[in-house]
């Protein structure tokens, strides 16, 4: 029998058995639910019939027309439409009543609620109905599939995923599809080291574009501007990328971006923070598409409370257990870890299977869930590992994907960084960097910290921009409901500067914070600033901070001795690797003194450049945020990032240090696949459906 037969009839068993869930699913919440009854099955499956009808039918017609009214209601529209589908049902089959339609909204949504329960016990998901409703509409709307007998490579990212948490992850079984292809065969885990800084912004420079220089943080002070660069903030981001692209990305020919900072000269880029404004360079949004189909708004819907709930529970739970550290967790928090871990992962997971029906040649996607929570909730946290977990069930869904796709694929996994743990500055010593820095500098100095967004906000942040710019109705709409939180066409959201592209008024020092990495400038003094013109300007402020039991060093550059890292008991001089006294790069391991030599070199490198301590034998930092779990700086686990790559592809003997390197290994592994230099992509078998587990049918009706 032929491939697609065996597909075939692959779905059809599947949508069958989606369906059965959906009449076992009604039956259910018809039980436990007073004011809702059905007497016989036949009449179960007769209703199932006619929401199926509406929603495959109806409902992507009112959608055409009434999806602001969606985004406006958050989804209340589509919760009062099912309810009045089951009022329509209760009128024309005689076996099943709805006594108000308040009964029947609160149906639908036990009636999704339910169906996820049963159809994760049953393994089962809604893969078919989702490739028959939506992903044909989305691959028809974007251009016909392009079969080919060449292998495309998928590049997935995990966001701040180290290398020892992502094995930890594989041995504790909350990556149960990444060990499989581990234990098969298929993959092989290499680790590697990134630059300074140790954040998506530089990494994804480095990796998609080969190069990353001039960018020491997340965000940084240019003193020609006067104004901060922020990597996620789209007008910047495509600044950035000008600066950086040679036009030979790695997502050229034909790649895809999607949900990244850099678009790696991609020509079809979504959520990608440097394309969102340039109306050339994007794809076609998905949110229409998934506001289409009623069951997906539903699950997006149901899937957030739960990821709410899941939140504050774990933060009451960590208290209970007087859990150190602790990360702020409160205030409206527990709605941006649900968009980050249910909305942007769903948005992108499906415009990532829309890709593979079409057989693109390349992809590179970023997965930002588990970041956003172990940055609060800690990096090994039980809500941290169960993130990894959901992601991980997505990961087998592509893989069923890449199994129907018109061309093979290989899959390469990696994360561009790691978070390294621990209690953060202001928690450890009562103060900010910045008040730290005040209290150091000379009487009637004026200390600038600007407060942006942070990396959570600035990733819904460029969803919306990416949104608003399309030229649907939709998009229009939500354009109009941000508009006081849009910025020269990028949508700022969270506790940030009302727009962060302007000047910065005048101040005598700006410090900004990328995790335990701090950059302390002098905006009205022109060029770096030499060590001994601070002495004479602030006479306290370098010994006051390398002395600080929070700082591990501090870098400026001496007009005498050339650029010298300075800590609480010794000197380090870049120049010839001098060390008088203590070393105070020892801690942060055997390639810090070069990491420090290149970013000395950067145009953009502060006067200052301050890291925190790391205790090797705690394994703990100090954000200069507000962040337990964090990046941007030297020590510990934020710098070792993974790569899981096909055993097919050759890697390097000698250490990869940098993303630089990671990018002419993954360019070389593209050049390779298509010249036909390795072999086919290993067929990992699937898990076969799991049986019907009793002890997990009543743990999760328990919940």
Known sequence: MSRPDVSTNRSILRLAAVFAVSVLSLWIVTWILPGMSVNDWESAVIVTLIVGFVNVVVWPIFVRFAAPLIIWTFGLLLLVGNGVTLLIASEVVDG??????????????????????????????????????????????????????????????????????????????????????????????LGWECDLSSQTGAMQAGILHGNNENMPAFRWYEKDSRRVFTSNRPRDAAEIERRHSDGNGLLVDGGVSRSNVFSGDSDDAMFTFSTVLEKEHRGHSSVTYILADPYMVNRIIVLSVAEIVREIAARRRARRRGVHPQGHRGGIYPLLRAATTVGIRDLTVYTL??????????????????????????????????????????????????????????????????????????????????????????????VDAPDFSSEGWGNLSGVLTDAIHDESRLGKFIGTMVKKRTVDGDVVLGPSRESESEPLDPSDVVVLASGNLGLISFPDLPGRVTLETLIELHPGLVAGLATHPGVGFVMV???????????????HYLSDGRVD?????????????????????????????????????????????????????????????????????????????????VHHLFKSWRAAVEAGEVGPPWSVPAPADAPIDLDRLAIAGSR
């Not at 994760?120 to 992903?135: C, K």
């Not at 020892?164 to 599809?177: F, Q």
């Open 96 to 189: 099943f009543t709805v006594d108000s339609i308040w009964v029947a909204i609160l149906a639908s949504i036990l009636i999704t609620a339910v169906g996820a329960i049963v159809g994760n016990v049953f393994s089962l998901d809604d893969d078919a109905v989702w490739r028959r409703n939506v992903i044909r509409r989305m691959v028809g709307k974007r251009g016909s599939a392009q079969p080919s007998d060449v292998p495309g490579v998928l590049f997935m990212q995990i966001d701040g995923l180290s290398e020892s948490v992502l094995r930890r992850g594989m041995a504790e079984g909350y990556l149960p599809t990444l060990a499989r292809w581990v234990r098969t065969g298929s993959h092989g885990v």
């Open 353 to 446: 299977i829309g890709d593979i029906y079409r057989g693109v040649p390349a992809a590179y996607v970023d997965f930002v869930g588990y970041d956003e929570v172990a940055h609060h909730s800690g990096i090994a946290a039980p809500d941290a590992m169960e993130t990894l977990y959901r992601l991980d069930q997505q990961l087998a869904r592509i893989e069923h994907a890449i199994a129907d796709a018109p061309r093979p694929y290989h899959v390469v996994m990696l994360a561009d960084h790691g978070q390294t743990q621990g209690a953060t500055f202001l928690q450890r010593y009562g103060m900010t960097l910045a008040e730290l820095v005040d209290s150091l500098s000379r009487s009637g100095a004026d």
């Open 557 to 571: 550059r001496s007009e005498a001795l050339g650029t010298v890292v300075v800590g609480s008991a010794g000197v």
């Open 581 to 661: 006294g203590v070393d105070p790069l020892e801690p942060f391991g055997p390639h810090t003194a070069d990491h420090l030599r290149r970013t000395d070199s950067f145009v953009n490198c502060p006067d200052l450049l301050v890291n925190s301590f790391y205790d090797p034998h705690s394994d703990e930092g100090a954000a200069f945020e507000e962040l337990i779990g964090f990046h941007g700086g030297l020590g510990g686990k934020q710098s070792h990032p993974f790569i899981m790559y096909p055993k097919v592809f050759e890697v390097p003997h000698e250490p990869i240090v940098g993303a630089t390197a």
